[in-house]
């Protein structure tokens, strides 16, 4: 479970030095990095090596923004900080993806690329890019690491990652710098991150007041509530039977199919009953609440109560009225005291007219070979053990699985939702499979995104990641087809001619299977999930069936 903050480690002090690389994968190692994801260059071999000889796995991946998605999930489900290698010009110019997606959607990840060494000549321009100035906007920091500072730059970028708000920070180091010798001194560098003791206040005695003044109060909880909280507030809302609702990322911090739970915001399906839920509401308490998952401006627009123990994914803080408090402290706090009031489910109407839209389908079989998209997420509801780590991509199905998904666990949903970007499915998959073995994982995608980077399956299959990948197939990327028509724009520019996703995946080495029947695949995934075995499956539906879902 995700802590926070770097473990305080001793590393044994060293009489000897050692090189540049070799002292980036002792800081590695002392901060608890097992592994590394990337695909390399003649540049970053020596690192390479450096991080073996220390027993640092590289986890060899097929682009290096699918290398970068799964070391952010793989560090952000291990507590630790995700590390992603790379080469430099290309190999670095493909991190932008991950890099963007760890800042918006506030995942650990530190990126380490070669860099054309600075003794070079000007003229020699082969694959040089002005690596730190294209990514510094994206990071919390951004250094070249030499013999000089390497010991600080790589504590003060893993560090950079663990803050809260978590996210990325970049490192260069030229094949020139590698090999030179680290003299830096071990002993006068803490490796312990002081966390700030956050001004608590009065937030619980101002939050008691401001409950015990609403009828229909209702909790949005947000990126910047930690899971390491789940069970408090889990104590707290049921001890106060208060309405709660969730932003996609945080789907698992409180139990789904629990009767407070009144659905998510930000931007999936029944978005304006979502909306219409947070206008019946006069008290609106952000608890750990973050606007980058939200495509609407309500945040903005409607009153909130922010409770917030980090500023949001991009380092500021809301405006209003905004409470800075340890989230532990005031659900301790609140959790102490009784209910300044009772509640009488106010949105019981709400509640009812989602379980009414999760609950519809036209029956398992469409008679045309395709499956309604609610089906697919309630047959497989119906037989994916609680602790299912589910991953989505972006489109329609990320829609339907954010809004009608039941997690019940803390830390068992995955999506790219701060920066939306397709093709975070698969490789998040593989990243949480790696970080939890023991966790059945899901992956659902659409087409469109499979196609973006099914080859990782392949790196799936080599490190053993037995995943279950469902494939929703409509020859469409039918959000935007739905966004083109919804507009009265003609169809045009979002069709695109099937690829054999079967073959795709037993290409890999996956097995795979093509169902046209929700109880099809109940049966196909049960079995694989009962053999610890991975599946694709391709289910077929129609665009048209998300009509009133997207
Ligand atoms: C990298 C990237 N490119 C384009 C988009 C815009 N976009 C959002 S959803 C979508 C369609 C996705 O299609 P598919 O993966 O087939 O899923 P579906 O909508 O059919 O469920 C597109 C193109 C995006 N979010 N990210």
């Known amino acids: 479970m995700w802590v926070g903050g770097l473990q305080s480690v001793t590393i044994a002090e060293r009489s000897e030095t050692v090189t540049v690389v070799e002292a980036i994968a002792d800081e590695l190692v002392a901060a608890g990095v097992d592994r590394v994801f990337g695909l390399p260059g003649g540049e970053v071999l020596a690192l390479i090596e450096a991080i073996r000889s220390r027993g640092i796995e590289f986890v060899l991946c097929r682009h290096e923004a699918d290398a970068g998605l799964m070391a952010a999930v793989y560090g952000k489900l291990s507590g630790r900080v995700g590390v992603v290698l790379t080469t430099l010009g290309p190999g670095a110019a493909n991190l932008t993806l991950a890099l963007a997606n760890s800042l918006l959607d506030r995942e650990p990840l530190l990126a380490i690329s070669a860099a054309t060494p600075t003794s070079w000549p000007l003229q020699h321009t082969h694959q040089r890019l002005p690596l730190l100035e294209m990514h510094r906007p994206l990071v919390k920091r951004a250094e070249a690491v ?36 680290s003299g830096a001194p071990l002993s006068n560098i803490s490796n312990t991150i002081e966390r700030p003791s956050l001004f608590s206040g009065d937030a619980a005695q101002t939050l008691r007041q401001k409950l015990a003044a609403a009828e229909r109060p209702l909790v949005l909880l947000g990126l910047g509530m930690r899971s390491a909280n789940a069970g408090r507030l889990r104590a707290w809302l049921d001890r106060w039977h208060l309405p709660v609702a969730v932003t996609p990322k945080v ?49 903005a627009e409607l009153p909130i109560s922010w409770f917030l123990e980090s500023p949001m994914a991009t380092g500021i803080l809301p405006s209003g009225d905004v409470h800075l408090c340890a989230h532990a402290d005031l659900l301790d ?3 102490r005291q009784d209910a300044p009031r009772i509640w009488d489910d106010p949105f019981a109407t709400i509640r009812e007219r989602r379980r009414a839209v999760a609950e519809r389908g036209t029956g398992n079989e469409q008679g045309d070979g395709t499956v309604a998209p609610t089906e697919i997420v309630r047959a497989l509801a119906a037989i994916m053990p609680s602790n299912t780590i589910v991953t989505t991509d972006v489109g329609s199905h990320k829609y339907l699985f954010g809004q009608f998904w039941p997690n019940r666990e803390p830390e068992t949903f995955f999506m790219s939702n701060g920066l939306s970007g397709m093709g975070y499915g698969l490789p998040a998959a593989i990243g949480a499979k790696l970080a939890r073995p023991d966790s059945p994982v899901l992956a659902a995608i659409g087409d469109g995104g499979f196609s973006m980077n099914s080859q990782e399956l392949e790196t799936a299959k080599r490190y053993g990641a037995e995943i279950i990948v469902v494939v929703l197939s409509d020859n469409s990327y039918s959000l935007i087809r739905h966004a083109q028509a919804s507009r009265g724009l003609p169809q045009y520019g979002v069709d695109f001619a ?35 075995e991975g599946l694709v499956v391709e289910v077929p539906v129609d665009v048209n069936d998300y009509r009133g879902l997207v």
């Open 146 to 181: 030499n013999r000089f500072n390497v010991r600080r730059a790589v504590r003060g970028a893993i560090a950079a990652c663990l803050e809260e708000p978590l996210g990325p920070a970049y490192l260069t180091v030229t094949a020139e710098d590698a090999t030179q010798m």
């Open 251 to 299: 789907k698992g911090l409180v139990d789904e199919t629990r009767p407070n739970f009144v659905g998510v915001v930000g931007g999936m399906s029944l978005d304006e009953l979502m909306v219409e839920a947070l206008q019946q509401s006069d008290l609106l308490i952000g608890l750990g609440m973050d606007p980058v998952e939200l495509d609407k401006r309500w945040h």
């Open 333 to 335: 706090e609140l959790s």
């Open 498 to 532: 099937p690829i054999d996703t079967v073959r795709t995946a037993e290409a890999c080495g996956f097995q795979a299977a093509r169902v046209s029947t929700a109880d099809e695949l109940a049966e196909r995934v049960s079995a694989s999930v009962g053999r610890g």
